[in-house]
C-alpha cells in the first residue's frame, strides 16, 4: 500500500506541470470537468480494485487529478471575483472540508462499508463541478 501511495503522490508531480499547457489551450472549465472525471473514474476503478494493479491505477488517478484540478479551481475562483474574496474563501472551505472529510468518512464507513466513502466521493465531486459550472456561467453573464 505504501508504494502505491507513493506512485500516486509522484504522479501528480505531472498533472501539476500539465496545467500550464492544457490552461493556455482550453480555459479554465472543460480541463477541470477532465480533472474532475479522472478523479470520479479513479474512484470507480477503487470501488473495483480486485487486485494491486488496479489499486494503483486508482489511485495514480486520483494523485493526478488532486494536482491538477487545484490551480484550475483557484483559477476560476480569482476570474470569477477579482478582488480576492472568492479565492480567499475557498481555500478556507478547502482546509474546513479537509478537516471535516475524515469525520464524514467515518460517518459512513459503517460496518467496515468502505464503498460508501467513495460514493460520497463521488457525489461530493458532481455536487462541486455543478457548483463551478454555475459560477463559471454567472461570471460569462457579467462580461
Known amino acids: 500500500v505504501g508504494v502505491a501511495l507513493l ?3 509522484l504522479i501528480g ?8 499547457i492544457v490552461g493556455q489551450r482550453f480555459g479554465t472549465l472543460g ?3 477532465l480533472g474532475i472525471a479522472i478523479a ?8 473495483s480494485a480486485d487486485s494491486y494493479a488496479a489499486y494503483l ?5 486520483m494523485g493526478f487529478s488532486w494536482a491538477f484540478c487545484l490551480p484550475f479551481i483557484q483559477s476560476l475562483l480569482a476570474t470569477i471575483d477579482r478582488k480576492g474574496s472568492a479565492i480567499s474563501a475557498g481555500t478556507s472551505l478547502s482546509t474546513f472540508g479537509s478537516a471535516m472529510g475524515p469525520g464524514l468518512a467515518a460517518m459512513v ?3 467496515g462499508k468502505y464503498a460508501n466513502v467513495f460514493m460520497l466521493s463521488i457525489g461530493l465531486f458532481v455536487i462541486t463541478l455543478t457548483l463551478f459550472f454555475f459560477a463559471n456561467q454567472a461570471r460569462l453573464r457579467r462580461i
Do not use: D, E, K, Y
Open 31 to 33: 480541463p477541470l470537468v
Open 40 to 47: 470520479i473514474a479513479g474512484l470507480l476503478v477503487l470501488l
Open 7 to 9: 506512485l500516486a503522490s
Open 13 to 20: 508531480i505531472p498533472g501539476a506541470f500539465s496545467i500550464v
Open 109 to 111: 464507513v459503517g460496518g
Open 57 to 61: 491505477f486508482g489511485g495514480c488517478c
